[in-house]
């Protein structure tokens, strides 16, 4: 028996009448709207979500999509617009004549565009809008939940907006852009007379500034093509420009009753108070264009007459205000074509200042009585108080710089331009500069630790890299060393060589190698001492010369800066560059004399082929004496020991001329001057002279022993005195080419004449330097253009000095004079390297 499986049967069911399916899309449609007028009236818990749903979902479905989305706009905007009614035009919803209270401002009511008059009519508007607008956005949400259905597939359809951005438009269009009220005037200046109330200082109601602002975000602007929100297009554009007549006003008011630092704080609280404003309740949008306006009005506008104020930026700096230097930096920074204009300021001002400097320093210098010029006495104000006051202004402004400005690379370079400007005018900073290194590199410095020498050496390099003629630092601190170095002065050997590592870093190799080369002599000739006294002590001449002991500092001749014995005072054109006089007339004692020739026979059988020249000027000498039965030892130059070895052979009583001084010594005329005048007219007089002055005049002066001198130290240094003129009256300085090069003479500048010979030294030096980099130049491009090779040639000089462009040019024409370069046929200012 089987069974078959059939299917049921479909039934089909008549469709339903035209009538009814009006009727039903009719009661939808009637459901829809009494449950938005429910909503409206705040009793949407009282309604069938599932209900109202499918109401809206039967017109859809039954091609009433188009009916319900415009009767839905309807009546939210018919509520909308009996909002307004009831609470801007003061009458009720119902269309009563019954007057009822209303939020517009009385001065307004019949002016659109008016101002609210009070701060009361401007809460309240704002209030109003507020509270509508909460409402609607409310209900809105709601009314798009119950018509989603519609959302999702009639709008895409008919490519309409969704509800919710509908609602928006609506409220826009029915209440901010209202046909009966002027809404949107009187909401945005309401806006703006908050905003203007608060920058005055006064207080306002923020939240409901924020929840007025971010209705106006959320609200798109009608226009075409253009997507902006009511915001952007209606309210922006006018803040701006209050904003800047705002402090455009501010701005005058400042500059006319507030000093810099004021007006500095304002400007910042200003910043501040509007940054502050956009995170509270404006865009972040806006808070570009607040920094731009205050940027114009407030720096740019007033950035140099800042500056310029009597407590503007000279008034900073010497005060040392660096707290507001640093808000002027931090605010200028925000214009670039201020914070250039601060930037001028400063260097300017830093170069006022160092100006100062060395004004002060010459009229110290110029003060100096003429009396006290050659003395003993040093020259403190020329030699190291103007060092010292440029170390300080430096100090002062790295601090400011590091402190106010971040290091900010631009203030540096600046301010370092203007260091090396001003320093660059005084005729005697390279000289400066290396007396100030030989005062605090010698021994005997007090009041000092080694750190604190050692960080006043640093910054003096740091003051070294303002030098344009390096050179003639060099010059001089190759003497100030050498002095240092035989007369066992320097303070530590490690600290020289560091200050050697500096200039090497800051001048490369052959600025220094001289100065390595000085150290390396003195190193050696430590050994050849050693080994000579060994040869004496295994030899039968130990016994020869005994009494005293001899050390000898071998010196290699292009290394050191040996002096030349003067036989009278130079004159302009007595520079002498050409070659080197030495003192090998002078008449040794034959013991001394002894001595040196078995360090002479000693030296060459080891370094046969050498030739050696003994420097009796540079070398110095413990004496021993003897005053009024008190034993004394006396440090003495080399001339003043010969003198002195005069007196010892003759009785105490017994006086010796000029003459038979100059006959017995060999001594040049010159020197034995101011031997002579340091003997008997120093501080220490170990001789005495007849007739008693203060000059030395060799027709008739005749000196002795001073059997009365007595002194409190039994150890004493003896100064050579300064270089004096052909009377032996005294002049200013200490002469960098004569025998004081290496005596016990230091921290004294050079007399006129002197530094007119330094200059002429140094001149004849950088034209053979000239010439050499230009064949140097030529030799490996073979062709170059006149203005090419003056640009080359100046900065390859430019670590020693800056070449004069015209000193360059006569070279480049004695080197053509020499064959080395040659003018090209066909163009005058091209040259060729003739090998």
């Known amino acids: 028996m089987s069974f078959i499986s059939r299917k049921p049967k479909a039934k089909i069911r008549p469709p339903k009448s035209r009538n009814s399916v009006q009727n039903a899309v009719q009661e939808g449609w009637q459901r829809l709207a009494r449950a938005i007028q ?100 409310t209900c809105l949400l709601l009314i798009k939940d119950i018509l989603m259905y519609m959302d999702r597939i009639y709008c895409p359809n008919a490519h309409v907006p969704v509800t919710y951005e509908v609602g928006l438009q609506l409220f826009r269009d029915h ?127 007033y950035a140099e007459t800042l500056i310029a104020l009597p407590t503007g930026v000279i008034s900073l700096v010497n005060d040392n205000q660096h707290d507001t230097l640093r808000l002027m ?64 202004l430096k100090q002062r402004v790295d601090y400011m710089l590091a402190t106010c400005f971040d290091g900010d690379k631009q203030f540096d370079v600046a301010f370092d331009q203007s260091f090396m400007k001003f320093v660059s005018q005084h005729p005697r900073a390279p000289e400066l500069v290396s007396l100030f290194l030989d005062h605090y590199l010698k021994k005997g410095t007090k009041g000092k630790t080694e750190e604190e020498i050692d960080a006043i050496v640093t910054g003096t390099i740091a003051v070294f890299r303002f030098l344009t003629d390096r050179d003639v630092f060099e010059r001089y601190y190759k003497q100030h060393l050498a002095r240092r170095l035989l007369l066992d002065q320097s303070i530590s050997a490690d600290l020289e060589r560091s200050v050697i590592s500096m200039l090497k870093t800051e001048c490369g190799h052959h600025f220094t190698s001289k100065l390595e080369g000085m150290f390396n002599d003195i190193s050696v000739s430590a050994d050849i001492n050693r080994q000579f006294h060994e040869h004496l002590e295994a030899t039968t001449q130990a016994s020869t010369g005994a009494g005293f002991r001899l050390n000898v ?45 078995q360090f002479t026979d000693f030296y060459l059988q080891r370094h046969s082929g050498r030739r050696l020249t003994w420097q009796h000027s540079t070398g110095n000498v413990d004496v021993r004496c003897r005053f009024k039965n008190r034993q004394y030892w006396l440090n003495v130059s080399g001339y003043q020991m010969l003198v002195l070895w005069c007196f010892d052979q003759i009785p105490d009583q017994a006086f010796l001329t000029f003459q038979e001084l100059a006959q017995e010594t060999g001594i040049p005329e010159y020197e034995l001057r101011l031997s002579l005048r340091t003997l008997a007219c120093g501080k220490y007089k170990l001789l005495t002279k007849d007739p008693k002055s203060t000059d030395i005049d060799p027709t008739v002066d005749k000196f002795r022993i001073n059997v009365d001198f007595a002194s409190p130290l039994t150890k004493l240094r003896i100064r050579p005195a300064l270089s004096s003129g052909g009377d032996g009256r005294s002049k200013s300085g200490a002469s960098g080419a004569n025998a004081t090069a290496f005596g016990q003479q230091g921290g004294q500048v050079e007399s006129e004449q002197e530094q007119h010979e330094t200059k002429a030294r140094i001149e004849e030096a950088r034209k053979n330097l000239v010439e050499a980099a230009t064949v140097r130049i030529m030799k490996s491009r073979r062709q170059l253009g006149h203005n090419e090779l003056l640009a080359e040639v100046t900065r390859q000089l430019q670590p020693r000095f800056m070449a004069n462009p015209m000193m360059i040019k006569q070279r480049i024409e004695v080197l053509i004079d020499r064959d080395f370069l040659e003018r090209d046929p066909n163009d005058r200012r091209i040259y060729h390297y003739l090998a």
């Not at 809206?56 to 905007?77: F, N, P, R, S």
């Not at 409901?208 to 959320?218: D, K, V």
């Open 553 to 597: 500092q071998v010196l290699t001749e292009s290394y050191w800066p040996l002096p030349t014995v003067r036989t009278g005072p130079k004159t302009d054109n007595a520079a002498n560059t050409s070659g080197r006089q030495t003192d090998n007339s002078v008449i040794i004692p034959p013991l001394v004399q002894q001595k040196f020739d």
């Open 38 to 137: 429910e909503i409206y009236r705040r009793n949407a818990s009282q309604l069938s979500y599932e209900e109202v749903y499918r109401s809206a979902y039967t017109m859809v479905v039954h091609g009433k999509g188009e009916q319900l989305y415009q009767g839905v706009q309807d009546l939210i905007a018919e509520h909308l617009e009996s909002r307004i009614k009831s609470q801007l035009l003061g009458s009720n919803a119902a269309g009563s004549t019954a007057p009822t209270e209303s939020a517009l401002p009385s001065n307004t009511s019949s002016i659109p565009g008016a101002a609210p008059s009070t701060p009361a009519a401007t809460s309240n508007i704002l209030l109003v809008i507020e509270d509508i607008w909460t409402e609607h956005l």
């Open 329 to 392: 930096y931090q605010l200028f920074s925000l214009v670039p074509e201020s914070l250039e204009a601060l930037k001028q300021a400063l260097a300017e001002h830093i170069h006022r200042l160092g100006l100062e400097i060395n004004q002060q320093a010459l009229t110290a210098t110029a003060s100096v009585p003429q009396k006290l010029r050659g003395t003993s006495k040093p020259e403190p104000l020329a030699s190291l108080q103007w060092v010292q006051a440029v170390l300080v």
């Open 175 to 301: 209440v901010i852009r209202s046909n009966l009220v002027p809404v949107q005037t009187h909401l945005l200046d309401a806006v703006q007379h908050n905003i203007d109330t608060e920058r005055q200082g006064g207080s306002i109601n923020r939240s409901t500034m924020q929840a007025i602002i971010r209705l106006l975000t959320m609200l798109p602007d009608n226009l075409p093509r253009i997507p902006q929100t009511v915001y952007q297009h209606a309210f922006e554009p006018s803040l701006l420009q209050s904003t800047t007549a705002f402090y455009t006003q501010q701005g005058a008011e400042w500059a006319k009753h507030l000093g810099a630092p004021d007006f500095l704080r304002r400007i910042q609280e200003a910043l501040e108070a509007e940054d502050q404003r956009c995170d509270l309740y404006l865009t972040q949008d806006t808070k570009p264009k607040f920094k731009e306006i205050l940027k114009a009005e407030l720096i740019a506008q």
